[in-house]
């Protein structure tokens, strides 16, 4: 028997149920890219928001390519469980906040009239970083966008043309993906794509709608079928949605909203001033540590996180990024421990119930070792200090590399080997390497690159 608004009344007795009437909630928020993330982190606090009484913030998710969520999730009326396991045991929750999943190639008018809805007052997006289609220099590749057809900034930018044609306000439109400054960098790009369209839609678009930045933070494995088994066994129910992740979550969210938002906070979401301390932090010590686990463990024959930590040499090398490596060059701010940031994240990592592959982690790292790994070391370089272990992890990466691998540069970083060790760190790294200027490794660096890759 399949999940449903119908069935849900025959899960276990410990499951916890959303706390409200979901059929008297309109819809509020769209969100972007409607991934297993994005259900066991926005969507969830969204649902303690309208537990705790907040009216008419339900979600209506968009998929930007695959159908696979919708088809997941249609026959289910949108439900699905989010179960929590860690050291203290699993805690299952029935998720209510997400109403609906668009597939945008499928049906591109009815996410413009989502975006358009009088109702809908917040955009979320999880697209990952790939999708927002930065240039090497951070500004928005508008060549890239033209010829992508119908993508995220033709959706977004006729959704807000139809909201000023009605005389609708603006959108908070709210980035939770893995960039730096995110919020920033998708103002920048929706405005430059709005002066290269439609220079008067800029002009409102600055004028009123709002682009806060973010942190997110939450460990959320890709499901598998053995995962989705597991949870029809526990709970008498087939759900197709099924997400298991760690206890752990944080959002920090930049207080700057255009009109109405959730009650975040009634989930534990912080707003803050400034968001960068807790971002950069994110970035380079929990995704940067992240990273090197995955390309290390991969070479070393583990699959998951946790059996990759376990592996001495590799939490060596780990723990020595995040502390040493990375740590120092976040400036923190008032009240954030970076030590016991670090202290909980090795126990995150550690966590068995929760088997995240590292070749997920491994994906488009290309678009992710920047800042995450080259920030960092680039700020070591410039104060003196040395960075052996993110060399160490630049090796793997590269070694990685070398075979086709899951990232949008793969065949041009392939090509970069054709000079063998010296040659792919030097077509790499160099001056005038594959990646940014601002990323190209001093003589040094790039001599211990090159020793580490050829010993390997």
């Known amino acids: 028997m399949r999940l449903s608004a119908a069935t849900a009344r025959h899960l276990p007795a410990g499951v916890v149920h959303p706390g409200y009437d979901r059929a008297a909630q309109r819809r509020g928020i769209v969100h972007i890219g409607i991934g297993a993330f994005a259900r066991a982190h926005q969507a969830v606090y969204t649902d303690a928001a309208m537990a705790a009484g907040d009216r008419d913030w339900s979600i209506t998710g968009v998929s930007l390519r695959s159908a696979s969520v919708a088809e997941a999730l249609a026959p289910q009326d949108g439900l699905y469980t989010v179960t929590e396991r860690g050291g203290d045991g699993e805690r299952v929750q ?35 970083e790939k999708a927002y289609q930065l240039g090497a220099g951070g500004a928005l590749d508008l060549a890239a966008v033209r010829a992508s057809g119908e993508g995220l900034y033709h959706y977004l930018a006729t959704g807000l043309a139809e909201r000023r044609a009605r005389g609708l306000p603006g959108l ?112 380079r010590m929990l995704n940067g540590a992240h990273s090197a686990l995955a390309y290390l463990g991969l070479a070393a024959g583990h699959a998951h996180v946790h059996e990759a930590i376990a592996d001495p040499v590799i939490r060596v090398t780990v723990e020595e990024l995040m502390r040493w490596e990375a740590a120092p060059t976040v400036d923190a701010a008032p009240g954030q421990d970076l030590t016991a940031y670090a202290d909980a994240l090795l126990a995150r990592f550690a966590n068995p119930a929760l088997p995240h592959r590292l070749a997920q982690i491994a994906t488009d790292g290309s678009q992710k070792i920047g800042p995450r790994w080259l920030a960092p070391l680039a700020i070591n370089r410039a104060r003196g200090r040395r960075s052996p272990a993110t060399l160490i992890a630049l090796a793997a990466w590269l070694r990685f590399v070398r075979a086709p691998a899951d990232d949008p540069r793969s065949a041009a970083l392939m090509a970069c080997w054709r000079g063998g060790a010296q040659g792919v760190v030097d077509a790499v790294f160099g001056t005038r390497g594959l990646m940014p200027a601002a990323y190209a490794l001093d003589a040094d660096d790039r001599a211990e690159l090159t020793r580490l890759v050829r010993d390997d």
Request: aromatic share 6%.
């Open 94 to 128: 029935l998720a209510g906040a997400l109403r609906d999943v668009l597939v945008a190639p499928q049906n591109p008018s009815a996410v413009v009239a989502a975006l358009a809805d009088p109702d809908t007052r917040v955009v979320t997006l999880t697209v990952t």
């Open 172 to 283: 908070t439109l709210v980035s939770c993906d893995n960039l730096a400054e995110n919020g920033a960098k998708l103002g920048r790009a929706v405005a430059a794509w709005l002066d290269e369209t439609d220079p008067s839609l800029a002009r409102w678009f600055a004028d009123c709608c709002a682009c806060p930045s973010t942190m997110v933070d939450r460990i959320v494995p890709a499901a598998t079928a053995v995962m989705l088994d597991d949870a029809e066994a526990r709970l008498g129910l087939r759900d197709a949605g099924a997400i298991v992740t760690e206890p752990f979550r944080q959002w920090v969210i930049e207080d700057r909203f255009a009109g109405p938002r959730p009650r975040w906070e009634a989930g534990g979401a912080q707003f803050a001033a400034d968001v960068r301390p807790f971002e950069t932090a994110k970035l």
